[in-house]
């Protein structure tokens, strides 16, 4: 990977800082700030996804643009409990468009011992997190299902290149899977103090590896990935 320019250097301290920032409002109850703060944190990681691609935007960099821009629907959907399912469904398409996205990067290597393993994670905590569950047991299924097969395709991609930023993305859908699952934790089993900060760090960290990973390679794929 490339030394971190100053300016993408900056980009990421802004990052954190909002990311700080939001989690200390929302931890403290100021609920006008972390409105504001929450949403411009996910807006700062797009745009520094714009500014580092290489132009025109290559595929990938695109399909990670349509993945981030549902992520902020769903950032912004979330801050109203009662707009719960919508946010879910605006994060379930961002997984869908990033599986897409690392399917494109990766050979017939497919990985199916990370699969089982994934998947029996996922039904393991599915069963516990059931009963509490109530009306939103299928929604909440078929979400886990679509972050699974994102997890996956995200670790495939990582495993099968051997640039050093593709690699973030063996880490970048573990961190967000993690994020999801004690987000699932506080909302469905047992909510608890400062539960904003291993739920927005993590979620920010994989996004951010994300962006850092497509802009990196955004130029050695932008031959190679441009049919349709």
């Not at 869908?96 to 011992?113: C, G, M, P």
């Not at 990370?114 to 039904?123: N, Y």
């Not at 699974?148 to 967000?176: C, D, E, H, K, Y």
């Amino acid at each position: 990977m490339q030394r971190l320019s100053k300016v993408r250097v900056c980009f990421l301290s802004g990052i954190f800082s909002l990311g700080c920032i939001s989690i200390f409002a929302s931890v403290c109850g100021i609920s006008v700030l972390y409105s504001f703060v929450k949403p411009a944190t996910t807006i700062l990681i797009i745009v520094m996804l714009v500014c580092f691609s290489k132009k025109p935007l290559s595929k990938p960099s695109i399909l990670t643009f349509v993945s981030l821009v549902f992520c902020l629907m769903g950032d912004t959907l979330l801050l109203k409990e009662s707009f719960f399912i919508y946010g879910l469904a605006a994060f379930l398409v961002a997984h869908l468009v990033f599986a897409y996205l690392f399917f494109t990067l990766v050979d017939d290597r497919y990985f199916l011992s990370t699969l089982t393993l994934l998947t029996l994670i996922s039904i393991s905590y599915y069963i516990f997190l059931l009963p509490n569950l109530g009306n939103l047991y299928l929604p909440v299924a078929i979400y886990m299902v679509c972050i699974v097969i994102m997890s996956w395709q995200g670790i495939r991609a990582g495993m099968n290149r051997t640039n050093n930023a593709n690699n973030l993305l063996v880490i970048a859908p573990i961190l967000f899977m993690i994020s999801d699952a004690i987000l699932a934790f506080n909302k469905f089993y047992l909510p608890f103090e400062w539960s904003a900060l291993p739920i927005l760090g993590t979620y920010w960290l994989s996004l951010t590896l994300i962006v850092v990973a497509m802009s990196e390679d955004s130029t050695k794929h932008q031959e190679q990935l441009t049919s349709w």
